[in-house]
């Protein structure tokens, strides 16, 4: 913005100064800039001294103009530019304001509101600076070469040049080039910058990499799985570019009254300038310099940019702590959440079964049941058969042959061990035979899957099974109720399930039995009810409720293409904390959005007031009410990126 260069790009420019606010600028934005300060600083400190000191007005006048020159020439170029697309912009406030104190005597003013104007603006944009480098930074993240292994030979390639599945190969302290999956080695993997997780992941055979993450410790060979430009970096670099170009509804409004508002200022300063005097016979010169003061108290460049700097702002500082929000729409309409609605399988739970339950019954100790339970299930494939298989290596339970092996769909295994043959399966398998009810159905009514275990005489103990809770899912639901935000929970699980989920967690409403079509259908009514609701879900099949919500927010997005791009906000990783993260966000951003609006009408207002009685210069307006009131709304927006 130094240099005031009126871009094409109509949704990314300042209404004011037609400059792009989120342009990412190169370091040497700064150098012609401070060549121009510092050599307009000589020339009007010198036309200071010549006029005050030595009393030469002539060679002063000289001197003022070379600093309207020079540090006034892109001002007026785009002044003019906004004039001739016929859109009035602060360049052209500030261009009357000067032209016109040197037209009434006041040269040394008029190379003041230049100067001062320019300077604003450059502390303006070294101060925005700092809102803008999150893409830079995430750009440093991308690796550019990759240590390749083809035909047995590691080579140093681009990583342009990689094909998918290849293997690449990863030493300690190295970046990983791009995404993939681990074939060999096991190290920690810091995985801050792509998920927010502060503490490094272990990573081993099978395991799955991104490209821009830090291998800590170990030597790992990675098959490529995308091309980089594929990758989960890539596409967080393209999302947060196209994010700071959605705005928000205050941006949109704050964009419109500036397109309107500087014409009316030149028209009240016309005004000002000409109906004292012609009415009153008041001092024309007097009023007329009134009326530039008006001009330049009036620009309107730190409302204008009170609103997209904080949420540029937000939106950095969220992508640091791996939540990716697509636009500053989001940011403001997450305040206005009034209930979260959660889906259970992969979002609340881990959606992995575990054995919770254990009851041995008929002389059989819990050891022996496990042994035989797991030994069956060793030969299935199926997620219940996986957990027990895992319960019984936990308890260090060792597995028995099989013979004989059957499996009967929907219903259960059998199989003989030790030559008595063995039953695992639903209780209809087992028809005939005494059941332990009372713990049977205990374990029913706590939502549990119940697995029984049995020969062909009797039951010889029961299995509970139940989906995972997250651990960060009790404190987010109760950080949500403790503030008054409704949480619903909606699942395709039974009722048992769903209700035993729920009272874990301390959900205040949930509803089960319900298909993809019928969770849109609920979200609708939800809706209906509360105005604005927020839906969390994994992306992939929640993403027709997710569309329908206020906000979609996809959980674990760094792998899943789907979650990227069908929700609103992408948390990058597992973690159902960074709910109350986005919505302390949103409080936080929006607060520093109202203190910098209120902030700039109630200095602007109050100049502009002061400046029609004549209580305020040139110099005041322009350093005080446009460069200082700029520069201190945007250090307010920069708090937002601080702290937790």
Same mark, same amino acid.
């Given at each position: ?47 200071? $001294? ?13 001197? @003022? ?15 003019? #530019? ?38 604003? #603006?450059?502390?303006?944009? $070294? ?123 205050? #941006?949109? @409004?704050?964009?419109?009254?500036? +397109? ?69 729409? $989001? ?10 609605? @959660? ?12 054995? +919770? ?64 043959? @063995? ?100 979200? #609708? ?120």
């Amino acid at each position: 913005m130094p240099e005031n260069e009126c871009s094409s790009h109509v949704e990314s420019t300042c209404s004011c100064c037609g400059g792009d606010l989120l342009e990412e600028k190169e370091e040497s934005w700064k150098h012609r800039p401070l060549i121009i300060i510092s050599t307009s600083a000589i020339l009007f400190t010198a036309g200071i $001294y010549l006029e005050n000191i030595l009393k030469l007005s002539l060679p002063a006048e000289t001197l @003022f103009l070379g600093v309207v020159v020079i540090s006034g020439y892109n001002i007026v170029k785009g002044a003019l #530019e906004g004039v001739r697309k016929i859109k009035f912009n602060m360049n052209l406030l500030i261009t009357i304001a000067a032209v016109g104190a040197f037209l009434i005597g006041h040269g040394e003013e008029g190379a003041a509101v230049f100067f001062l104007f320019y300077v604003a #603006e450059f502390l303006e944009d $070294y101060a925005s600076q700092r809102a803008r480098n999150s893409i830079a930074s995430l750009l440093k993240l991308t690796p550019q070469t990759a240590q390749v292994l083809r035909d047995g030979i590691e080579m140093e390639v681009h990583v342009h040049s990689v094909r998918v599945d290849e293997v690449v190969v990863v030493r300690p302290g190295d970046k990983i080039p791009l995404d993939g999956k681990v074939v060999k080695g096991v190290s920690a993997v810091d995985q801050a910058s792509i998920t927010g997780e502060s503490i490094p992941v272990t990573k081993k055979v099978g395991n799955e990499v991104f490209a821009g993450t830090i291998n800590t410790e170990g030597y790992l060979e990675v098959q490529v799985t995308r091309k980089d430009t594929d990758t989960v970096l890539y596409r967080i670099i393209e999302l947060v570019k196209e994010s700071k170009s959605r705005k928000s509804r205050t #941006e949109k @409004f704050i964009d419109q009254f500036a +397109t309107y508002y500087t014409p009316t200022v030149i028209v009240l300063a016309a005004s000002v300038a000409t109906i004292p005097p012609l009415i009153l016979g008041l001092n024309f010169q007097d009023w007329v310099y009134r009326a530039l003061v008006l001009l330049v108290v009036s620009c309107p460049c730190a409302l204008a940019i009170s609103t997209p700097v904080s949420m540029v702002s937000g939106i950095t500082a969220a992508t640091r702590k791996g939540v990716l929000i697509k636009g500053g729409e $989001y940011v403001e309409e997450m305040r206005k959440v009034k209930a979260v609605v @959660f889906d259970k399988t992969g979002t609340l739970t881990e959606g992995q079964l575990e054995v +919770t339950d254990v009851e041995s019954v008929n002389g059989y100790c819990t050891k022996d049941l496990l042994k035989i339970a797991a030994s069956l299930e060793s030969h299935s494939k199926h997620p219940i058969a996986r957990a027990i298989t895992q319960k019984g290596q936990e308890t260090g339970s060792e597995l028995c042959e099989v013979h004989d092996f059957k499996s009967w769909t929907s219903n259960g295994l059998e199989g003989r061990i030790n030559d008595k043959k @063995f039953y695992i399966g639903k209780k209809s398998l087992f028809s005939g035979l005494e059941f332990p009810q009372d713990k049977l159905e205990t374990l029913e009514d706590e939502g549990k899957t119940v697995v029984v275990v049995g020969n062909e005489n009797e039951v010889i103990g029961i299995l509970g099974l139940m989906d995972r809770l997250r651990e960060s899912s009790r404190h987010a639901v109760k950080f949500l109720n403790d503030n008054g935000i409704k949480t619903v929970m909606l699942t395709g699980d039974h009722e048992k399930t769903a209700r035993a989920v729920a009272i874990q967690l301390g959900l205040e409403e949930y509803h089960h039995d319900l298909f993809p079509a019928d969770k849109v259908n609920k979200i #609708e009514e939800i809706v209906s009810r509360y105005g604005h609701v927020a839906m969390v879900g994994d992306g992939v099949n929640d993403a027709p409720a997710l569309a329908r919500a206020n906000i979609g927010i996809a959980m674990g997005a760094a792998g899943s293409d789907v979650a990227m791009e069908s929700a609103d906000i992408a948390l990058l990783h597992d973690d159902l904390s960074r709910i109350e993260y986005l919505v302390n966000l949103s409080q936080k951003t929006m607060g520093v959005v109202r203190q910098n609006v209120a902030l700039s009408i109630l200095i602007k207002s109050s100049f502009a007031i002061l400046a029609i009685f004549g209580l305020v210069t040139l110099w005041m307006a322009v350093s005080i009410g446009d460069m200082g009131l700029s520069l201190a709304v945007i250090l307010n927006a920069l708090r937002i990126g601080s702290g937790k």
